[in-house]
């Protein structure tokens, strides 16, 4: 309880950093009473719309894996704390994808459902169980070898145990996985929504400005990333369904979805296509592979006017953000492995730059367990302690 309002005090000092000085300090002050009462009669409180808003984005900022947290301050957030059945839950993120795609010109966006309550153990109002909205499934095939994307085998696995039966042609390295919806801690129901409404789909074929075997490889990915399966935590008030999305890097998807090898494992397939000598790593055919497929990725959103960053501009439009917070009390943290990018690292400017890496922990996103979590029950030893974790 007191720690509760230890956070909620320090998230209203950084909002109240961020307001124009303009501002009356006794708004403030009022605002902490007013909490403080509300947690002592309660044993919790409620954000205004305007500190849902701003906790949302001050959330992103904190993120210190996140290289476009420059943008910080245009996000659109859809509160949607009082949805509460299944189908209203649906219909919100139906509208959240339209409302962010926005015909390639995408902007950030997140719903926030209920919150938890702090006093009890009741199972949480709302909870997606998918990693992404949009995502491809990954299926085990008889000879052991997966079928699209090996990150999504245990959710996929899920999604058929529990009512999905795509059909067999629609089994492809390609298909998008339906949504997997709990309410008030029920199993959860699978919508197959993209089935429904192909529409909502955005997809982009990938092809090489200059090499034609490219295409043949028959690749794509969809246009925005749309995470749903963090929390968000505002002023010590978890919000575990809060999905929200952004625009992609390029090397999201060209040096990581599309290269690792625990992923579509492309990078042999790319280097036929340029007749690369795959014989010896020191041809160094792979980085040169990733390099086409990089470009690949970048040429076809530019071409369907998806929006997409690439590595160079995005990192230092991020370190010129960091310069710019002067006042020591606005500074940065950030996560040096996350904010340099995975090809040409030393070319940018992250590469160079030193981070703090603090989490704040009152206002940020974190990973959560599964509210089913298996571990819980057979009460396996607790992960380390991880500071992006809620503990
Ligand atoms: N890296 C994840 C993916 O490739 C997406 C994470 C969020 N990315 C973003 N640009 N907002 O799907």
């Excluded at 009082?82 to 390639?104: M, T």
């Amino acid at each position: 309880m007191e720690d509760l309002y230890i956070q909620a005090e320090a998230f209203i000092a950084s909002m109240q950093q961020f307001e124009p000085s303009s501002s009356k300090p006794e708004k403030w002050v009022e605002r902490l009473k007013s909490i403080k009462a509300s947690i002592q009669s309660t044993g919790t409180y409620t954000h205004n719309s305007e500190e849902l808003i701003f906790g949302a984005k001050l959330a992103w900022r904190n993120s210190n894996r996140c290289i476009g947290r420059h943008f910080w301050r245009q996000l659109d957030v859809f509160d949607c704390r009082s949805i509460s059945s299944e189908d209203a839950v649906s219909q919100a993120l139906k509208k959240h994808i339209q409302h962010a795609f926005n015909k390639g010109s995408i902007k950030s966006t997140i719903s926030i459902f209920a919150p938890k309550d702090p006093n009890s153990k009741k199972a949480d109002k709302v909870r997606i169980l998918n990693h992404q909205l949009i995502r491809y499934a990954g299926f085990s095939q008889d000879d052991g070898s997966v079928l699209g994307d090996p990150h999504s085998l245990d959710f996929t696995e899920a999604c058929l145990k529990n009512s999905w039966a795509p059909e067999p042609d629609q089994k492809t390295n390609f298909t998008p996985l339906p949504w997997a919806i709990s309410i008030d801690g029920k199993p959860p129901s699978i919508h197959d929504v993209f089935k429904e409404s192909p529409n909502l789909l955005n997809e982009v074929p990938l092809e090489h400005p200059e090499n034609e075997a490219f295409k043949a490889l028959d690749l794509k990915w969809y246009a925005m990333p749309l995470l749903s399966d963090m929390a968000l935590v505002i002023g010590g008030i978890v919000y575990p369904c809060a999905p929200f999305n952004g625009w992609y890097m390029g090397t999201e998807i060209g040096a990581r979805n599309l290269a690792d090898e625990a992923r579509y494992n492309l990078l042999p397939k790319v280097a036929e296509c340029f007749n690369l000598d795959t014989k010896t790593d020191r041809s160094l055919w792979r980085d040169r592979a990733i390099v086409e497929l990089n470009r690949a990725v970048l040429y076809s959103y530019d071409r369907d006017q998806i929006k997409i960053g690439d590595h160079h501009a995005t990192t230092r439009q991020f370190e010129n953000f960091c310069k710019r917070q002067t006042d020591p009390k606005k500074a940065i943290t950030g996560d040096w492995t996350w904010l340099v990018p995975p090809i040409s690292a030393s070319q940018t400017p992250t590469f160079s730059q030193e981070f703090d890496p603090t989490v704040t922990r009152h206002t940020n996103f974190f990973y959560q367990k599964p509210q089913d979590s298996k571990a819980q029950e057979t009460k396996e030893a607790p992960p380390p302690k991880c500071p992006y974790h809620l503990s």
